[in-house]
């Protein structure tokens, strides 16, 4: 078959079976542990479910990669299981990491609280100030980490300059492109050597699986794969299928929340009732000529706090809400929100939140496929209620 450059045809046609199976227009789940021996003389080719290799992992693998433009691509459990394992692949007792200092509340905890046992240390930089990183970086040092977009500050690091910097010094440069998404950057296109996912998130957009994925240099992702085979964090095939199935309208939906996040994001900046906005497409984003320079979207997540900075009237705000549901996790069809000291990073204690600028008040919003409008409206109606409250 033709290959395709778009995107769209990638995210349907690539790495599908030829020909189909059965000729069944949908890949079917196969619900199978074990497979008929096939003459392998490697370990890691026997054909079982825990080592990654059935067609549900394999098809999902290529179609990463194909919509990345990377070598390779593999699957997980979830994404801390991507994450995790990817680490451990590259980092052994004695090596030392760079990491971004705004970053997930589960990476954050996994670099912090379980590396350090294992002998590997750290250091967290200023990721948008490269001249700053070189005082940090060690002989011992294999691999500088970022996220595209910072959860839940949404800064943009200088990534070209992260790429750049891990080639001069020989490390590996990984990226987390979960808020991004494939469909807004592809970290590969720029010299990225690894980028994770939480497929949890916008890769399947439904809210009802956990996954992760890890797309890049092919020596990388085969050595993740052997890696996670022995942690045995492998994808379960009903979820593989579910994946497959809402990676397909992965453009439609994210193009969708980047228009609706962009329009939400301006009317929150303009609301008297509102403190501070952090979305990349707004032009007061410190970040913004960045994002708008390599981004083909600015992402349906943003975050903002009231000018009454109380976590207690934060909570109130989102209970007058109707449509976005109070719940951790992000990416989904439906609107979520959150207080990220209260979900994703509640493992920080209070004073690690403060000193990378997230307060208790702060709201983090993942746009669904609703109406914008409607979204809109429904703010207004809240922020009225706690505006009336507040003067009270």
């Known amino acids: ?34 497979y008929e021996y096939g003459g392998e003389d490697n370990y890691h080719d026997i054909r079982y479910i825990r080592l990654n290799n059935t067609p549900n992992h394999i098809v999902l693998g290529e179609k990463l990669a194909a919509i990345e433009g990377a070598e390779a691509g593999m699957v997980a459990a ?21 990491l971004q200092d705004c970053l997930y509340g589960g990476t954050h905890d996994f670099v912090t609280k379980d590396l350090p046992a ?20 060690r002989k011992e040092t294999k691999a500088i980490y970022v996220e595209t977009i910072a959860n839940p500050l949404l800064d943009v690091p200088e990534l070209a300059a992260v790429v750049d910097f891990a080639r001069d010094h020989k490390i590996i440069s990984i990226v987390d492109n979960t808020f991004a998404s ?50 045995g964090g492998t994808m379960d095939p009903h979820a593989a ?21 962009l329009k939400i994001a301006q009317y929150l900046e303009k609301h008297s009732a509102i403190g501070k906005v952090n979305y990349p497409g707004l032009e007061s984003h410190p970040a ?35 449509y976005p549901i109070s719940a951790p996790s992000l990416g989904g069809v439906e609107s979520l929100i959150t207080r ?41 109606q809240a922020l009225k209620k706690v505006s009336v409250k507040v003067s009270k």
């Open 340 to 380: 990220p000291a209260t979900t994703s990073h509640l493992g920080l204690s209070k004073a690690d939140r403060k000193s990378i600028g997230i307060s208790d008040s702060l709201i983090r919003f993942s746009t669904g496929i609703e109406a914008t409008e409607d979204l809109i409206d429904d703010f207004d």
């Open 182 to 231: 494939p469909i807004n950057f592809r970290p590969a296109e720029m010299g990225f050597d690894l980028s994770v996912h939480s497929c949890t998130k916008y890769l399947n957009g439904h809210s009802d699986i956990v996954g992760g994925a890890c797309i890049g240099k092919a020596t990388l992702v085969k050595n993740i794969t052997r890696k996670l085979n022995h942690f």
């Open 118 to 137: 294992l002998g590997i240390e750290h250091d967290f930089i200023d990721a948008s100030d490269p001249a700053s990183w070189e005082k940090k970086i």
């Open 78 to 98: 979830s994404g801390m299981a991507a994450i995790s394992t990817a680490l451990l692949s590259i980092l052994s007792k004695g090596d030392h990491i760079l």
């Open 241 to 261: 299928f579910l994946l497959h199935r809402g990676m397909k309208t992965l453009a439609l939906r994210v193009r969708h929340q980047n228009e609706s996040a």
């Open 1 to 34: 078959m033709t290959s395709s450059k778009r995107v769209e045809t990638k995210l349907i046609h690539a790495g599908e079976l030829r020909p189909r199976v059965a000729g069944a227009v949908n890949l079917p789940i196969f619900q199978s542990a074990t």
């Open 288 to 322: 913004h000529a960045r994002a708008a320079k390599w981004f083909d979207g600015f992402g349906g997540m943003l975050s903002f706090e009231l000018k009454e900075e109380n976590p207690a009237i934060a909570d109130q705000f989102l209970k007058a809400l109707q």
